[in-house]
């Protein structure tokens, strides 16, 4: 009992695709990894420093990373590129630039493109971060999540599952609260569930944010 399985990896193949796609040889894989992860920290630290968003939210649903010999190609899907893109080109070229510079790839090109998503609420990882802004801004739990889950359902989803644990409201004793709303058959492997985990670092602690999307 009580064997967890992150949903996304359980799908792949079925619904759910890599977010990176390269290939490596065995020795050299934890550097392809590592760099994965460098692009990804450098993207969203920029995307911080650079917007300041009213909302909270930076608005990354995903970022997918494709390698060739010679080309990197990064796709940032985002729930609202307005926030790059009011200076287009001059913010893609200078966010290229930090990347490169955090990576120094000397011989390989690096191409960066935005893609806007449609219905932003619908994705696991923007609803945490809007949960997250809200838990900062000291608003109860319950309020933040009944909130997001009112964007959910004009994304038009079946259902959704959020779980907030840690100290939620600065309380003594941690705990896990749990609400949900609709079907989310997680043992379905062809029910086209969306997750994301987010940690969030609060005046009390840190708090932790599961969420479980079910899609269309």
């Given at each position: ?7 996304l990896?359980f799908?792949?193949?079925?619904t759910?695709?890599h977010?990176?796609?390269?290939f490596a ?12 992860q460098?692009?990804?920290?450098c993207i969203?630290?920029?995307i911080?420093k650079h917007m300041r968003?009213?909302?909270?939210v930076e608005g990354?649903a995903?970022i ?5 010999i010679?080309l990197?190609?990064v796709?940032?899907y985002m ?16 966010l290229?630039?930090n ?5 120094n790839?000397v011989?390989r090109?690096?191409n960066?493109a935005?893609?806007?998503i449609?219905?932003?609420y619908?994705?696991?990882n923007?609803l945490a971060?809007?949960i997250a802004g809200?838990?900062?801004n000291?608003?109860?739990?319950r ?13 038009d ?9 840690g ?9 896990v609260?749990?609400i949900r709303e609709g079907?989310v058959p997680?043992?379905t492997?062809?029910?086209k569930?969306?997750?994301c985990?987010?940690v969030?670092?609060?005046v009390?602690?840190v ?10």
């Amino acid at each position: 009992m009580g064997q967890k399985i992150n949903p996304l990896g359980f799908r792949l193949g079925t619904t759910q695709g890599h977010h990176s796609i390269w290939f490596a040889q065995p020795k050299n894989y934890s550097e392809g990894l590592q760099e994965d992860q460098k692009i990804r920290n450098c993207i969203k630290n920029y995307i911080q420093k650079h917007m300041r968003i009213a909302s909270g939210v930076e608005g990354i649903a995903r970022i997918e990373i494709r390698k060739r010999i010679d080309l990197i190609q990064v796709i940032i899907y985002m729930g609202f590129p307005k926030l790059l893109l009011e200076g287009k080109t001059r913010r893609i070229e200078e966010l290229q630039m930090n990347v490169q510079k955090e990576l120094n790839c000397v011989n390989r090109k690096l191409n960066i493109a935005i893609t806007r998503i449609t219905n932003p609420y619908g994705h696991p990882n923007i609803l945490a971060e809007f949960i997250a802004g809200q838990l900062k801004n000291r608003v109860s739990f319950r309020k933040a999540i009944k909130k997001a889950i009112e964007l959910t359902e004009q994304a038009d989803t079946k259902g959704i599952q959020v779980q907030i644990a840690g100290r939620i409201d600065g309380k003594e004793i941690a705990r896990v609260e749990w609400i949900r709303e609709g079907r989310v058959p997680l043992q379905t492997i062809r029910a086209k569930i969306d997750y994301c985990s987010y940690v969030v670092r609060t005046v009390y602690g840190v708090l932790g944010i599961q969420i479980w999307i079910f899609g269309e």
